[in-house]
């Protein structure tokens, strides 16, 4: 055999073997954290004055948390909330939130069609806030949450 070939063939195990020896003697990756979503895994709205987070519940009572913009849960005093649900071939529905602790609830169940949008208004004092969004209710393939809730990439 060449000399020059048995160096190259040298060269070569060394930098097989080198990656091998790496390869198996790394650590593993450090844990990604999951992003920390909101604290019942509902829809979070921020708004200016305060961020809220919306929740239709298993009895269909609607239920809004609201917290202080450092994620503090804040107990509700002078703010007041409208939420008014729109279907595809249904009239608007104005329903009012009264305070619950801390946040908001529906006195009654809310029949909301399958795919509705919805207008959030906050009010405090003279400040009114709208925020609109999509309350669709069928189920994620991914996360398997209503799609309104959803917080994976599918």
Known sequence: MKPRTLIGLLGLAVVVGTAGFMMFDRAPPPAVEKPKGPPHGGLLIELDAAHLEFLLEPDSKVRIYTYDPSGKPLVPSTESLLLTIRGKDIRAVAIPLQKDGDGFVSEEPVQVP????????????????????DLTLTLCPGCQQPEYRCACSE
């Open 114 to 133: 399958e795919e509705a949008k919805a207008v959030l208004t906050y009010r405090q004092g003279s400040e009114v806030e709208h925020f609109r969004f």
